[in-house]
C-alpha cells in the first residue's frame, strides 16, 4: 500500500524557468494539501485540492503559483518563472477525510533549488 | 500571533533518557486538534500523536505522549526511553475545528539530537 509519492525529489530550475511537481495521494485518498517549508521553518499551507476542485487556496501566493488535481493522474503544483526564493521543500499530504483528527500522511517531499 | 511557538531549536539528550520538547498553541476556537510530526534527515513528516481539545486524557502511543494543559495552552511532546533512531526535526502542528480546518499550522520545529 504506497504512501504519498512525489516526484521528482530534487529539481534544479534556473531563474525564469518553470517548475512542476507532482503528487499522487495514497490510494482511496480524494483530498490532497501542499504545503511549503523554506530553509529552517515550519510547513506553512498553501493550497487544498479535491478531485477537479481548488477548496482552499489562502495560501498560494497570488502570481505565478497554480494547483490542480485532475480526475485522473496525479496533482500538480506548478510555479512558473521561478525566482531564488522560490527555492524550498514542497510537501504533499492526502487524506481521505476532513476528519479533525485525522493526522494527514505527507510524501517525503520535492526539494526546489532555483539557481 | 503565532499559531504554533516553539521555543526551543535545539535539544541534546543521553540515549534512554527522556526528554520534553515544548509546544504552546494560540486559537480561539473551542475545538481543535494538536499533532506532533517527526522529520529525520531523509525529509519525510512522519505523523507521531494527536491530541483532542476535549480529550480529557493526555495521548500516549508507545514512547510518545502528549503532556496537554489546556489552560496554559501547551501540548508538549514526551519522548521516553530516547533511541539514536530519535534524532530529527519535531513539529507541533494545530488544526482549529470550526475556521480553516483544512489547515495545518506548524511551529518552527526543534531539532533533538540523542547523543550515545
Known amino acids: 500500500n504506497a504512501g504519498v509519492m512525489q516526484n521528482p525529489r530534487h529539481l534544479v530550475r534556473r531563474r525564469g524557468q518553470e517548475a512542476r511537481l507532482r503528487c499522487s495521494p495514497m490510494?482511496?485518498?480524494?483530498?490532497v494539501y501542499w504545503y511549503r517549508q523554506l530553509p529552517e521553518e515550519g510547513l506553512k499551507f498553501m493550497v487544498y485540492?479535491?478531485?477537479?476542485?481548488?477548496?482552499?487556496e489562502s495560501g498560494m501566493p497570488k502570481e505565478r503559483f497554480s494547483a490542480e488535481f485532475p480526475k485522473e493522474g496525479p496533482s500538480i503544483l506548478r510555479i512558473q518563472q521561478v525566482v531564488r526564493g522560490d527555492s524550498a521543500a514542497y510537501f504533499c499530504?492526502?487524506?481521505?477525510?476532513?476528519?479533525?483528527?485525522?493526522?494527514?500522511?505527507f510524501g517525503s517531499g520535492t526539494r526546489l533549488t532555483v539557481v | 500571533a503565532q499559531k504554533i511557538t516553539q521555543t526551543q531549536p535545539g535539544m541534546f539528550v543521553q540515549e534512554k533518557e527522556a526528554v520534553t520538547l515544548d509546544c504552546t498553541y494560540d486559537?480561539?476556537?473551542?475545538?481543535?486538534?494538536l499533532f506532533w510530526y517527526k522529520q529525520p534527515s531523509s525529509g519525510e513528516m512522519i505523523f507521531l500523536i494527536y491530541q483532542g481539545s476535549y480529550d480529557e486524557q493526555n495521548a500516549t502511543e508507545g514512547r510518545y505522549s502528549l503532556n496537554f494543559q489546556k489552560a496554559r495552552k501547551s501540548a508538549n511532546l514526551v519522548i521516553s526511553a530516547s533511541q539514536l533512531g530519535d534524532s530529527a526535526m519535531y513539529f507541533c502542528?494545530?488544526?482549529?475545528?470550526?475556521?480553516?480546518?483544512?489547515?495545518?499550522?506548524f511551529g518552527s520545529g526543534t531539532k533533538l539530537n540523542v547523543k550515545p
Open positions: 499530504a492526502s487524506s481521505q477525510t476532513s476528519q479533525l483528527n485525522y493526522g494527514y500522511t
Open positions: 486559537t480561539s476556537d473551542q475545538s481543535y486538534g
Open positions: 485540492l479535491q478531485k477537479e476542485n481548488i477548496i482552499d
Open positions: 502542528a494545530m488544526r482549529e475545528g470550526r475556521v480553516n480546518f483544512n489547515k495545518f499550522y
Open positions: 490510494k482511496g485518498h480524494s483530498h
